[in-house]
């Protein structure tokens, strides 16, 4: 199995930065071998997809609502995969899930998919104050 800790979520105003953080343990899978998202749900909606690097050649991918303000990263030697947030909206407040995929991703549309990942977080609340 693999265990997905998400730690960096609280309470900023909008316009202002957040940091989090997912460290990934567990000996079923490396780390380097997972290509890995971020996805959030604010109540009462859908879980979305915000971010996603592959495990190969990180080539990311975003969503159209934070492409240009939130950059994903990860660190293959210390397991841990970085959605840095930037100029935060009051519509990114959402509990915020790292996830993992073995199968890896391919394109724009398949790491979008929530079925495409096998290992989840429990969730990191983001607020945002206006």
């Known amino acids: 199995q693999v265990q997905l800790v998400e730690s960096g979520g609280g309470l900023v105003q909008a316009g202002d930065s957040l940091r989090l953080s997912c460290e990934v343990s567990?000996?079923?899978?490396?780390?380097?071998?997972?290509?890995m998202g971020w996805f959030r749900q604010a109540p009462g909606k859908k879980r979305e997809f915000v971010a996603g690097?592959?495990?190969?050649?990180?080539?990311?991918y975003y969503a159209d609502s934070v492409k240009g303000r939130f950059t994903i990263s990860r660190n293959n030697a210390n397991n841990t995969v970085i959605l840095q947030m930037n100029t935060l909206k009051l519509e990114d407040a959402s509990v915020y899930y790292c996830?993992?995929?073995?199968?890896?991703?391919?394109?724009?549309?398949?790491?979008?998919?929530?079925?495409?990942?096998?290992?989840w977080g429990q969730g990191t609340q983001v607020t945002v104050s206006s």
């Open positions: 996830a993992a995929s073995a199968d890896g991703f391919y394109n724009a549309v398949t790491c979008r998919s929530e079925f495409k990942y096998n290992f």
């Open positions: 567990g000996r079923t899978f490396s780390f380097s071998s997972l290509s």
């Open positions: 690097i592959r495990r190969s050649d990180l080539i990311t």
